[in-house]
């Protein structure tokens, strides 16, 4: 080592006439003002320093780049810009190498296609995931991938966000050289030693083409367009994958320097754009759920072995989850016709996947291996953790946790996976409260990314963060709730719900909601997604809830006249929609809007019509105001909780952020102002949140408390 200087997340060492420059900005590099300022003076300093003959990018830690540091977007932007960066690795007139050894994404890939050669080892993974973020590679990426790997696969790198390995990149022309090791630095160093024997000369990716001729063009064009097309369902609602394609297609028919001018251009647009907003909140936010109270105190139990009970829905999607995270399972059924319909419950999912050809027949034998099906309680007795998915009804769950309770060995976690029902009575009835905890998975629980753990009052702290083990360990976005009936999710969703059946009631068809709602962004409206789970799922918490219910407050009753009749939805052929012949999409139902009629003329409704957007108000102030609720009355800790609960739970827009970042955006001012005027229609429904009218009174919004 002859010189050795440092600037602040980026340090410089000569080695054997290389000058090795390593970031280092933990915890994954991001390239932050400081790591942009290193990286400009590193440059100068090897261009200056005659004993330097080549220059070598490596990442400190695990990541070689994790891109542009999201925490600086919206704010004012500082010197040195990323673009200017990478044009000046490019410039430069000694060979630039970048050795990768960790994530090389978005603005980290973007400066390894700067460099003039790029080596990878195994452990690589390589992407352009700015679109997941509502914005495109800003920093040359759209000019410069197009020219390392073919203008149609950079433009599906970029709109799909996906991460792909060091071999597919080698093999989609990303990368030069493919090396065994960990050590990017020894690897860099030999690589670049090997370099400068051949006499390798700077390789500049801007002097690459995408199409040389004409011929070239219209092909690489017409790929483009496929793609294109192929996608447009995928990107629906979002910003940033037409730029992307706008930026392919300047890849593909302008000079180099006029590309990126036009990804400078529509960078900074889609960085403006209320989507960037909503879709950075996302990322943040779901990483901040697992920030909990008990991680300061507890450390988590041991989890080798898990049980569920009860093979129905819910549990063979919670088994096969389960067995498909490497863990074994034991399922307990009430008897044996029961545990064999269990068994074909989990078989299906994995027949389906060999079906689609994404499973081999091997593969589903391997997992199944971890299975073991028992009619009989004693077959848990050595399990860490169970999760109980049986009836929705207490006294069968709490028969189930009876049972539990005497054979499970002590210190094991048992956890239920009820909807509504009240964990500390469940807990109440075991002699180890300290244990119990809820596991709200959603349907299809192999697919569906949330996990609501429920926190009852004398569960311990290390079975609460056992559980946040779990869902990591099943690879689930967790949420932590407290009790109350639906939690956070299920709870709101109750009265947005409500606001739809009111909104029939008062003129709007069921189609009309259903509309607006998907053009807000869900893939979904409110009666679609009846018609998929079951209205009879509704109707029995509809029931159970009439005994309860405050007399005074509105009723709709349109969702019993369906029900009565048998109609659950795409199960029993019709619903709110019609499905003939096992039809996926359902048709409107004349019949369906002549009940709709005949409940409003009984109740002397007189109806009028609402657009998308008085619709969607209603709607979304329903929410946001539940919303506000829950978090003050701590069943959500943060208001992001909420927003990621709806984002992976409900099929809220993510672009949008979440049902209480949407609110930030609007303004919690204009919310509560609409909240007040439905008042005057129904004064005992819409009682503004506490909440929401302090945080207006003190000019605050509700991302001041995810800071909290
Ligand atoms: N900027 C700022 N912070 C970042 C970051 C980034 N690019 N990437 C990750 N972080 C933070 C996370 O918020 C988290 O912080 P926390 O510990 O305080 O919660 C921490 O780094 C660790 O992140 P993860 O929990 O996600 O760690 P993993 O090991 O699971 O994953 C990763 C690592 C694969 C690098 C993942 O963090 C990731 O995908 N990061 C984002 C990558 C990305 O989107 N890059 C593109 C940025 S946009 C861009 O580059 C624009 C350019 O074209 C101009
Ligand atoms: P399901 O009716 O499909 O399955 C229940 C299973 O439990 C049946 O296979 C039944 O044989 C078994 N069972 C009943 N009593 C039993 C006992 N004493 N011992 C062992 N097994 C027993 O019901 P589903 O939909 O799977 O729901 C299960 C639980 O999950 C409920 O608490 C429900 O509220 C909850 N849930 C359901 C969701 C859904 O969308 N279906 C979503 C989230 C939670």
Redesign the pocket.
């Known amino acids: 080592m002859l010189t050795e200087s440092s600037a602040p997340a980026v340090v410089t060492a000569v080695q054997e006439n290389v000058m090795v420059v390593r970031i280092d900005n933990p915890?994954?590099n991001?390239?932050s003002q400081a790591v942009r300022a290193g990286l400009l003076a590193a440059l100068e300093q090897a261009e200056q320093d005659p004993a330097v003959t080549a220059v070598l990018l490596v990442g400190q830690g695990?990541?070689f780049i994790?891109?542009?540091?999201?925490?600086e977007f919206g704010k004012p932007p500082q010197a040195p810009a990323?673009p200017d960066v990478c044009n000046r690795i490019e410039a430069s007139r000694k060979i630039v190498i970048a050795a990768i050894h960790g994530?090389a994404?978005?603005?980290?890939l973007?400066v390894a296609m700067a460099a003039h050669y790029r080596l990878a080892l195994p452990m690589a993974k390589f992407g352009?995931?700015?679109v997941?973020?509502g914005?495109?590679?800003?920093?040359g990426?759209t000019q410069r991938a197009p020219r390392l790997m073919g203008a149609a696969a950079a433009a599906d790198l970029m709109l799909s966000g996906k991460h792909i390995s060091a071999k597919a990149a080698q093999a989609a022309g990303l990368v030069d050289q493919l090396e065994q090791g960990e050590d990017p630095t020894a690897a860099g160093l030999a690589y670049a030693k090997a370099l400068l024997a051949q006499g390798a000369a700077v390789r500049r990716t801007r002097d690459f083409t995408v199409a040389s001729d004409a011929t070239q063009k219209a092909a690489a064009l017409a790929e483009l367009d496929a793609l294109a097309a192929a996608t447009a369902k995928k990107t629906r609602g979002l910003f940033s994958p037409a730029k992307i394609i706008e930026c392919v297609r300047a890849a593909i028919e302008l000079p180099f320097d006029q590309g990126l001018a036009l990804e400078r251009s529509l960078?900074v647009e889609c960085l403006s754009s209320p989507q960037r907003e909503g879709l950075v909140h996302a990322?943040?936010a779901e990483?901040?759920t697992t920030?909990i109270p008990e991680l300061q105190s507890a450390k988590p139990r041991a989890l080798s072995r898990i049980a569920i009970i009860g093979g129905g829905t819910m549990g063979a999607g919670i088994a096969v989850a389960a067995l498909d995270a490497g863990l074994p399972v034991v399922m307990v059924e009430r008897d044996e016709a029961s545990i064999q319909r269990g068994q074909a419950n989990v078989e299906k999912v994995y027949d389906g996947l060999i079906a689609k050809g994404r499973l081999t027949p091997e593969a589903k034998a391997a997992t199944m291996a971890r299975y073991t099906p028992s009619t009989s309680y004693e077959a848990i007795a050595d399990v860490d953790l169970v999760i109980e998915a049986v009836f929705e009804d207490l006294e069968v769950k709490k028969a189930v946790f009876v049972e539990l309770d005497r054979v499970c060995k002590a210190g094991a976690v048992l956890a239920t996976n009820t909807s509504y029902l009240d964990i500390d009575a469940i807990a109440a009835a075991t002699k180890r409260p300290q244990d119990v905890i809820g596991l709200h998975f959603f349907s299809p629980a192999n697919i569906m990314k949330l996990l609501e753990i429920v926190v009852p009052a004398k569960v311990s702290p290390d079975v609460v963060v056992t559980a946040f083990e779990l869902a990591k360990r099943l690879k689930k976005v967790p949420v932590r709730a407290g009790v109350c009936d639906g939690f956070i999710g299920n709870r709101i969703l109750a009265v947005y719900k409500q606001v739809a059946d009111f909104l029939v009631e008062d003129g709007a068809s069921p189609y009309e909601v259903d509309e607006a709602v998907r053009q807000f962004g869900y893939p979904m409206g409110p009666f679609q997604v009846t018609d998929l789970a079951g209205g009879d799922i509704g109707w029995a918490t509809r029931k159970r809830r009439a005994a309860t219910r405050d007399p005074q407050a509105r009723y709709v009753e349109i969702a019993d006249r369906i029900c009565e009749r048998g109609w659950f939805g795409q199960k029993t052929g019709r619903g709110w929609y019609l499905y003939p012949e096992g039809a996926r999409v359902g048709q409107p139902d004349p019949e369906v809007l002549a009940i709709v009629d005949a409940e409003r003329q009984k109740k002397g409704i007189k109806t009028r019509s609402f657009s998308a957007d008085e619709i969607m108000r209603r709607y979304m102030a329903a929410m946001v105001n539940e919303g506000a609720k829950v978090v003050a009355e701590g069943i959500a800790l943060r208001p992001l909780d909420v927003d990621v609960t709806f984002l992976y739970g409900y099929g809220f827009p993510r672009w949008r952020g979440g049902p209480m970042q949407w609110a930030d955006m609007v303004g919690l001012d204009k919310l509560l102002a609409d909240i007040e005027e439905f008042a005057k229609e129904d004064a005992l429904f819409w009682q503004p949140a506490p909440l929401l009218k302090q945080l207006v009174a003190e000019g605050k919004n509700f991302s001041s408390l995810n800071r909290a």
């Open positions: 915890p994954v991001a390239l695990k990541t994790a891109g542009a540091d999201i925490r990323l994530a994404l978005g603005g980290g973007e352009l995931p700015e997941n973020l914005l495109l590679p800003g920093a990426g960078f990322f943040f990483r901040e920030k």
